[in-house]
């Protein structure tokens, strides 16, 4: 099992931060611009248990996610886990931490295993690298959006 985890600082506070994230309508806005995110239930709102259904389209490549949310924490996680993905395993935690003078840290934490076995291992420096691309922009923008406010 690979791991990927990025983590920045950001100035609000932790409910801020979470309900951010709560708020699946946000899923657009933090997506990179290479990549068209649909959902497929406009209407989202997250409770433990449910299923968020996915389409992306990125490089005329389109793939299907199934995304259960497992764990909600308020104020400090939510964990999700692929069912239906590329990838062979994908769990997702975004957790978040209140620290001192107005200032939260956004950790995503990702544990994923490709398909294919040691074929696709083979490509896993360059899941790191879109990986690091992918949340280095959702990291940005989640910042731009909340130190606004």
Request: contains cysteine; aromatic residues 12%; charged residues 25%.
């Amino acid at each position: 099992m690979k791991t990927y985890e990025k983590t920045s600082l950001i100035f609000c506070t932790v409910e801020e931060l979470f309900d951010f994230h709560l708020d699946f309508n946000n899923l657009k806005a933090i997506t990179p611009k290479d990549t068209k995110v649909t959902m497929q239930d406009a209407m989202f709102t997250p409770k433990e248990g449910d299923i968020l259904r996915l389409k992306t389209v990125k490089n005329f490549i389109t793939t299907t996610w199934e995304v259960e949310i497992r764990t909600i924490q308020k104020p400090n996680l939510l964990f999700d886990v692929a069912l239906k993905s590329p990838f062979k395993v994908w769990r997702h935690s975004h957790i978040f931490t209140q620290l001192e003078d107005g200032v939260c840290e956004l950790t995503d934490r990702v544990e994923y295993e490709l398909p294919f076995g040691i074929f696709g291992s083979l490509f896993d420096f360059i899941i790191q690298l879109e990986l690091a691309k992918m949340f280095a922009f959702r990291h940005s923008v989640t910042k731009k959006i909340l130190e606004v406010h």
